[in-house]
C-alpha cells in the first residue's frame, strides 16, 4: 500500500446504462475504460452491452445509445466477467463511483461472481477535497478547470468519459502530491475518496 500514487497502474472506468436504478432491474448498456501506467493510457476497454429491454428514450438522447445499436451485442453478464479479468486486481477509478460500483456489485450478485474486491476511487469526491471552495465537481466542470480537452456532444458515452477522467485524475494526482499524500496507503485515510478497499 506504499506504492506511490504517480507512478501505479490503474483502470479508469464509465458504464453507461439503462437507468439509475440496479436493484429495481437497470442494466450497463456499456463500459468504457483505459488502463493508466505511469500517466500514460496503454491498453482500452470499451463494450456495448444488449440489456435485452428497449431503452427509455431519455437514455437513447443522453447517452446516443440506440436499442439497434444493442441487439446484437454481448450480454451483462458476458461483459462484466470479461471486464473483470481484464481489470484484474488493479485499482479502479470512476467519477461519482458508487454509481458504478453499484451497478458492478448489483452484475456480481445477479451472476454469483462473487464480491468486488478492488480498492475504487472516487474522483467526485477527491475533486470535492481538493477543490473544497468550489460549487460545482462534475465531470464537465472538471474538464474545464483541469484544462483538458473536451467534446460535450461525446460526453456519457463510456470510453470518452472513461478518457475525460482519468485525465483529470492524472492531474489531480499532483495536487495530492503537494498536500503530502503520495501512496495508496495515504489515499486509505479518506473514505470519501476511496470508497471500496
Known amino acids: 500500500m506504499n506504492n506511490n500514487l504517480i507512478d501505479m497502474t490503474y483502470v479508469v472506468f464509465d458504464l453507461e446504462t439503462t437507468g439509475l436504478y440496479p436493484n429495481s432491474g437497470d442494466s450497463m448498456i456499456e463500459i468504457g475504460a483505459v488502463k493508466i501506467k505511469d500517466g500514460k493510457i496503454i491498453d482500452r476497454y470499451d463494450e456495448l452491452i444488449n440489456p435485452c429491454v428497449p431503452l427509455n428514450l431519455d437514455i437513447v438522447k443522453i447517452t446516443g445509445i440506440t436499442d439497434e445499436m444493442l441487439k446484437n451485442k454481448r450480454t451483462e453478464e458476458e461483459c462484466i466477467k470479461d471486464f473483470m479479468a481484464w481489470v484484474g486486481d488493479l485499482p479502479m477509478v470512476a467519477h461519482n ?8 456489485d448489483n452484475a456480481y450478485s445477479k451472476y454469483n461472481l462473487g464480491k468486488l474486491s478492488n480498492i475504487v476511487i472516487d474522483t467526485l469526491g477527491l475533486s470535492r477535497y481538493l477543490e473544497s471552495s468550489e460549487k460545482y465537481h462534475n465531470l464537465a466542470t472538471l474538464v474545464k478547470r483541469y484544462d483538458i480537452p473536451w467534446d460535450e456532444d ?44
Do not use: C, Q, W
Request: aromatic share 12%; hydrophobic share 40%; charged share 30%.
Open 154 to 197: 461525446k460526453h456519457h458515452r463510456g470510453d470518452y468519459d472513461s478518457e475525460g477522467t482519468a485525465l483529470i485524475f492524472d492531474k489531480m494526482l499532483r495536487k495530492l502530491e503537494l498536500n503530502n499524500i503520495k501512496t495508496m496507503g495515504d489515499l486509505l485515510n479518506y473514505p470519501f475518496i476511496v470508497i471500496r478497499k
Open 97 to 104: 463511483a458508487k454509481f458504478d460500483v453499484s451497478f458492478i
